[in-house]
C-alpha cells in the first residue's frame, strides 16, 4: 500500500520505496527532492528562504532555509542507510510571483532560493538530475520514491514529469 | 519593537478597526463598480503561518486571482487583494460584459479590468487609513497573479517574514447576496509599521 505524505510549508519528510510525497503550491519556496535509487528512500523539503540567519538569537526553523534544510535531508538518509555518493537531486519552484512594475528587486527571492539550493547541493556533490524552476507560476510538486519521479502541476501551465 | 507575541485584546481591536475603516470605504467603491449590493463581514485580525493562511482561503490548491500593491512611505508592507473565480466573472461581466471567462487565460484587457478593481479599492482603504492615522503612505503600481492560492499568499509571507515565520494578516471579506462574489483584502503590514500606526492612533504599545 502507497500512501501520501504532506510536506507543508518549511517542512521536510523522508519516507521509504511505496510512498509519495507532496507539497502544494510553490511560489517563491523551492521543493527539493532528494532519494537513493538503491535503497529506495527518498525525501522532500520545502524550503523558504535561502540562508539560514547567522544573527538570530531565537530558535529557528532548520527547514525553512536552503542551507540548512539540505544538510538535515542528507543526514537524516544516511541513518536510513542511504550512501551520500548515490544522492540524487530534482528541484522544483522558485517562481517570482508578482511583477512590480519600478521595483525590479521585489520578488527576487525565488531565484536567490534557487541559486542557494543549487550551491548547497554542489557542496555535498549531489548531482541536479531535473529542475523546473523559475517563471510567474505556482507549482504543486508529487515525488514518487519508488522510481523517483518528479510531477510538477500548476494552475495554468499544465502537468510535467521529470 | 513591537512583536506579535506582545500584541493584546485592545491591540487587536484597534486592528479590527483599521480594517472595518479601511474595507468600508473599499465596498463603497465596489459596489458603484460593479453596480450592486455589497456586504462585508466583521475583519478578522489574523496572527498565522503561512499553511493555516492557505488552508483558510480555500486550500493551498484553490485557483485565485491575486493583485498586489506595496506600501511604501511612512506605512511599509503589503497590501493583497485576493478574488475568487466567481467574482472574476462576475465582475468582467459587468464592467466588459463578458459571459465567456476563462480563468486559466484572461486577456490583457481582462486582466487589466481587474487589476484596475483592486487598485480602487486598495486605495480606497489605504486613503481612509491614511486620514484616520495621519500618516502618508504611498502605494505601488498593482500587480497581479492568476495562480494558486498558496503561492500568491507565499509572496507577503517571505518579504514579511524576515522577523517571525508568521504574518499578521488584518482580513475583510465581501460578499454580494444578488452576485456571487467572494472575495479577501488582506493588509500585511511590517512590524515596525504596526508599531508606527498602534502609536499614531493613541494607543500604547
Do not use: W
Not at chain 2, 28 to 45: E, G, I, K, N
Not at chain 2, 152 to 177: G, H, K, N, Q, T
Amino acid at each position: 500500500m502507497s500512501s501520501m505524505v504532506t510536506i507543508g510549508i518549511s517542512d521536510m519528510k523522508i519516507v521509504k520505496s511505496a510512498d509519495f510525497l507532496v507539497t502544494y503550491a510553490l511560489g517563491s519556496c523551492v521543493g527539493i527532492c532528494l532519494y537513493d535509487s538503491m535503497t529506495k528512500v527518498g525525501g522532500l523539503g520545502h524550503i523558504m528562504l535561502p540562508y539560514f540567519p547567522v544573527s538570530s538569537q531565537k530558535q529557528e526553523n532548520v527547514h525553512r532555509f536552503a542551507n540548512t534544510c539540505i544538510p538535515s535531508m542528507v543526514n537524516e538518509m544516511e541513518r536510513m542507510g542511504c550512501s551520500r555518493a548515490r544522492l540524487k537531486a530534482k528541484i522544483a519552484g522558485g517562481a517570482k510571483m508578482f511583477e512590480v512594475s519600478g521595483d525590479s528587486t521585489f520578488g527576487n527571492i525565488g531565484a536567490r532560493n534557487v541559486l542557494a539550493v543549487k550551491e548547497t547541493l554542489r557542496n555535498f556533490r549531489i548531482p541536479i538530475l531535473a529542475e523546473d524552476t523559475g517563471l510567474n507560476y505556482g507549482r504543486t510538486l508529487y515525488f514518487y520514491v519508488e522510481t523517483g519521479t518528479m510531477v510538477v502541476k500548476s494552475f495554468s501551465n499544465g502537468v510535467k514529469t521529470f | 519593537m513591537l512583536n506579535l507575541d506582545q500584541l493584546n485584546e485592545i491591540h487587536i481591536d484597534v486592528l479590527r478597526e483599521i480594517g472595518n475603516i479601511g474595507a468600508g470605504n473599499a465596498a463603497t467603491s465596489l459596489s458603484q463598480m460593479l453596480d450592486t449590493t455589497v456586504d462585508m463581514a466583521v475583519p478578522t485580525v489574523r496572527i498565522l503561518d503561512i499553511n493555516d493562511a492557505a488552508t483558510a482561503l480555500g486550500g493551498p490548491e484553490n485557483a485565485v486571482v491575486g493583485i498586489l500593491v506595496k506600501l511604501y512611505g511612512d506605512i511599509e508592507g503589503i497590501m493583497m487583494f485576493i478574488i475568487e473565480q466567481d467574482f472574476v466573472k462576475t465582475a468582467l461581466q459587468v464592467l466588459l460584459g463578458e459571459d465567456m471567462v476563462q480563468c486559466e487565460k484572461l486577456s490583457e484587457i481582462e486582466l487589466s479590468a481587474i487589476s484596475e478593481i483592486g487598485n480602487i479599492m486598495i486605495s480606497a482603504y489605504i486613503n481612509s487609513i491614511g486620514t484616520l492615522s495621519q500618516l502618508n503612505i504611498k502605494t505601488s503600481v498593482p500587480a497581479v497573479s492568476v495562480d494558486m492560492v498558496g503561492a500568491i499568499l507565499s509572496v507577503p509571507a517571505i518579504e514579511m517574514s524576515s522577523v517571525s515565520e508568521r504574518i499578521i494578516f488584518i482580513e475583510d471579506d465581501f460578499l454580494s447576496r444578488k452576485n456571487q462574489i467572494s472575495a479577501n483584502m488582506l493588509l500585511v503590514p511590517s512590524m515596525d509599521s504596526l508599531s508606527k500606526l498602534m502609536l499614531q492612533l493613541g494607543i500604547d504599545l
